[in-house]
């Protein structure tokens, strides 16, 4: 589990969890949190109960959304029975207890708090959902409830790096259809008409622009750590079957 100091505080809990430490096996060893994987329900119910404790709470208490790469955001007052997640990709509350969690396998996973108003958001920025705005509209979320955007700290974990995310000319093609100014994120590939591009700093840049206060970077790439962490790329370069996801967490305590 990776803390960062800007987000501690006495009643902020949070982390960045890996792949380790869990009791899922095979392609899902360990702490595979992904209940939409094919790994055994129990099992990963168990292992978001290591997340939960770590992080002050139990299992009930975690509050996940079913991820559509969006831009759609929402204020949380309660938690919800699994099936009845809601089709979103950001989060945010100012209840104790309630566990907001984002479910990555290489998308950028980012959590927000505002410490002076209590509170906080998390958001799951693939390129879709950070290209639609996904952060902009957690960040408009948490403001409804009392924060501003200036004393916002977000901080994005682990995800996919520029060296290890090969894209296609329609894939660049919507970026600069949005701004020219995107093709800095983008550098040649090796395969003709291709291009490497950089998801972490595409969602660093937008938040900065967006006026959030304090915008961090964990630096540290999904792909390319396969002891640590769980990838949807790496999966199907290496054609296994399935994949868990890692989950970033954030609460109120």
């Not at 994005?156 to 020219?180: C, H, M, N, W």
Request: glycine share 10%; net charge positive; hydrophobic share 40%.
């Amino acid at each position: 589990m990776i803390q960062i100091d800007d987000l501690k505080s006495d009643n902020i809990a949070h982390g960045f969890f890996g792949r380790q430490g869990g009791y899922s096996n095979g392609i899902f060893a360990s702490l595979n949190c992904g209940l939409g994987s094919g790994d055994d329900r129990a099992t990963v119910v168990r292992n978001r109960g290591v997340v939960a404790k770590a992080l002050g709470g139990t299992e009930p208490q975690i509050v996940t959304t079913y991820q559509v790469h969006s831009a759609e955001a929402i204020v949380v007052t309660k938690s919800w029975p699994y099936d009845e997640r809601p089709k979103v990709d950001g989060m945010v509350t100012n209840i104790p207890g309630l566990i907001l969690g984002a479910l990555t396998a290489d998308c950028g996973p980012v959590l927000f708090a505002d410490k002076k108003a209590s509170v906080i958001g998390c958001a799951h920025a693939g390129w879709k959902g950070a290209l639609a705005g996904v952060t902009d509209s957690t960040v408009l979320k948490m403001e409804s409830l009392g924060a501003r955007r200036e004393r916002i700290v977000a901080v994005l974990g682990p995800t996919i790096s520029k060296a290890a995310y090969e894209v296609g000319p329609e894939f660049i093609q919507r970026f600069l259809e949005a701004s020219a100014d995107n093709k800095k994120f983008f550098a040649n590939s090796v395969r003709k008409d291709h291009f490497m591009f950089d998801l972490p700093a595409y969602i660093i840049t937008r938040m900065k622009a967006f006026g959030v206060g304090t915008v961090i970077d964990c630096g540290l790439c999904t792909y390319t750590r396969k002891e640590d962490y769980f990838s949807y790329r790496r999966t199907i370069h290496s054609r296994e079957k399935d994949y868990g996801r890692q989950i970033a967490a954030i609460t109120l305590t």
